[in-house]
């Protein structure tokens, strides 16, 4: 606190009765400072005109209130305080650049406005404004974190996220894409499109959710509300909105309850998929999508979720838990049948049938294709969303679909499942039947690989306990344990979860400065993010080179900068970090000549950036361009790349830490070593203190640990040089 | 109430984390509150907006079976907030009026300190707690909660979890700092020592 002396100083001489006493006091608590004792001086001669000052203040205050409460009542009163709460603002504000036209809509997290942009171009765009309660810096965070990946996305029926930022009062707002349009469900209601119509319109979502997938994208909250359909020329255009807002917002399962003022659910839980309803859940992955499209289509075809929203909270958490986890939803053709028949009416005729009609369209492939969507185990549904849009084509196209009735065998199975402990005891009987029918060889032969195939499946299980139980530790910040149980496991298939609970335990070794064993995690980590041919992984690399470099492990290190080299052949991506941790330590000439490619390509992305006024990326661009200058030797570039990093408004403490130190480092080589001395000094200030208490892992925004830690390898180098 | 219930479950059992479950829910309540107190009110009644808004919160975290959070405070600096940018809108009105209604904006510096009129007086102090919130940011709340808000010395106290010794204490300073501010940025003319090498407030 700034004024702490100030008002311990003020407090004391404020009780001494003579000014006389006073000013000995004074002399004696400032000593030489004269300019804090002119200040308490002139605060203790302020007191009582303050006071009047405040009195009279205050009774304009009351006045105000007064007239309030007498003009619109107690209640009126009361009602524009809450207007006036953070999340509403009034139409003409200015937040950032952008300026409040209308009020749009209201959901039970946000409101959304329409917006005019001013710079860098003029554009009306979305504000979402989230309502108090969200820590501000930590959801703008979580989407920085995942800008880079959504600025890839780039597809017609996705509607842009532009921007993340904080109101002036304090709350995050999210600018994006306008979309002037219809919720799919109403709009292919009003419009009473058919069952094909529908199915195309479905498709193309699917699609968009394809792309977003696989830019490592997860929507998280697809349901209606969240896809509009505009017309464009007369074509109907679906659109999904929201896409990193759920995630940055870390939209759980209670913010997904929540209720207005007349009672009415806003954001149901009935698109949310089992693994989402499970509270604590950290694993929410693309096949979490698969489901929330399977309700929608299910909605689409039915007229209905497949579960009623109002019974699904009836009877609490748990029980609407148990329901998502365990209970079968109706087949779509069947949920039909079962609705009064006003009701089906009305469903058929939006569809342009009869009730009769609409229930034969859905029997058979359509049923099967809602409910591969919504299996209970992720595993059994389609693997991707553009799986699932393949079964729609191949139906329309009368071609036979992948999606089957469930066989006897797998229903038994799930009966087996469901009732693990009664049959137990009547296996043992059943498989001592069969044994006794005797067996051909071939036979045994068919058991044994069966057999085999068993124990993989079983060990890959297995492994994905461990990993759900280990997340589920991690997620309570129980590292050790979470730390044994996975030490020595082994994926070949990939694992989203698995991924995240090495990350974890890598960055937990890491901050508790174990280096080598922090390098193997993140080095499974690596293993886990190629399996899954993720484009978003480079933030796991720079995690990784940082704590080979800074454990010691040289051969580690060269082994690791060729394998990034490797993964990344892909120029576009992510160049910036490839070349700063891969010219974390000096390179050879043939390294350098690989590198070329990413050094060129992060130079025009660095002008696209500053264009664009992404001024944080086109600052870690600079940086980035001024190690690689440094290390093939053009010293003078590398001053200027430097400097030019240092010099963006958007502040970042690691890195511009990290630009001293190439700035360093290129000065000394210049021959200019007062220049050298003072960069180096303004880079070893912050780094030793960050490193003086525990390592905290960060934000994208402060910078993360290993920021941090690649600072503190070239502080090495610099001073040591 | 069901849902407001099951959700009130979850946050009792640490499911659900309070300030961003809850609030909007508050918000809820409130304007439900305040659609009934229209109907019934009776007149000459005084009660803060603030303090209507207090009981929405309460009413709703009521139920929870620990007072497990920390965000009451967030909450209620978040009601004074809105109070504070009612009363400097109405201000602002008010003091254009009195000047001839065609400014947009009223710039501090085109005031003075003695001819100001009470209106005036709650600008100046609104924007020289602007500073103070760089400066001290714990004391501006203080200020907030106790001139904006209308809560007492106990009241701030029990919110920030401090003595209400030290309330009184951080609010006679600040009301010093703040007019010290108001005057150092005026150039008025002052008795005693003044102005000169009080560096707390930026000059603009």
Redesign the interface.
Known sequence: ???AR??EL??TA?QMAGGAKRRAYLQEACGED??LR??I???????D???D??A???????????S??SSR???????????????EEPIGTWIGRYQLLRKMGEG??GVVYEAEQSEPIRRRVALKII?????TKSVIARFEAERQALAMMDHPNIAHVFDAGATR??PPYFAMELVRGVKITDYCDQHQLGIPQRLDLFVQICHAIQHAHQKGIVHGDIKPSNIMVTLHDGVAVPKVIDFGISKA?EA????K?????D?Q?IGTPAYMSPEQGE??AVDIDTRSDIYSLGVLLYELLAGRTPFDPKEL??H??DAMRRTLREQDPPRPSIRLRGLPPAEATATAAARRTDPAKLAALLRGDLDWIAMKALEKDRRRRYETANGLAMDILRHLAHEPVSARPPSRLYRFRKLVRRNRAVFAGAGAVALALVAGLGTSTWLFLQEREAERQETRLLHEAESRQKITQAALLVSQEHFAPADALVAHATFAQPTVEGAAVFRSLGEWHATEARWKTAAERLGELLHLDALDGWDVSSLDHLRQGAVLAEGGDLEGYERFRQAALKRYPDTSQAADRILKICLLLPADPGLLAQLRPYADANAAALARADASGDLFMAAWRAMSQSLWEYRRGDYRQAVAWAQRCLNYRESNAPRAATAQLVLALAERRLGHPAEAEAALLAARGPIEAKFRGPIERGTPVQGFWFDWLLARVLLREAAGA | MTDITLMLDAVGRGEASPSADLLPLVYDELRRCAAVRMSRESPGQTMQPTAMVHEAWLRVSGGVRERRWQNRAHFFGAAVEAMRRILIESARRKSRLKRGGGQIRLELNELELAGSSPDEKVLMIDEALERLETADPEKARIVALKFFGGRTSREVADLLGVTERTVERHWAFAKAWLFQCIRAELGSERPGPGPVGFDGPNRA
Do not use: D, I
């Open positions: 606190m700034k004024l100030e008002e003020f407090e404020r004269e300019g002119r200040r001086e002139a605060l203790l001669a302020a007191g005109e303050a006071e000052f405040f009279e203040g205050s009774r304009a205050v009351a006045g105000t209130l007064a309030l409460q009542g107690l209640a009126g009163a009361a009602a524009a305080v809450s207007a006036h709460l953070p999340g039970g997290c309502k108090l309660g969200m820590e009062r304090g917002m759980r399962l209670s913010e309850l929540m209720v207005t003022a009672g659910l509270m604590g909270v009836a609490g958490l």
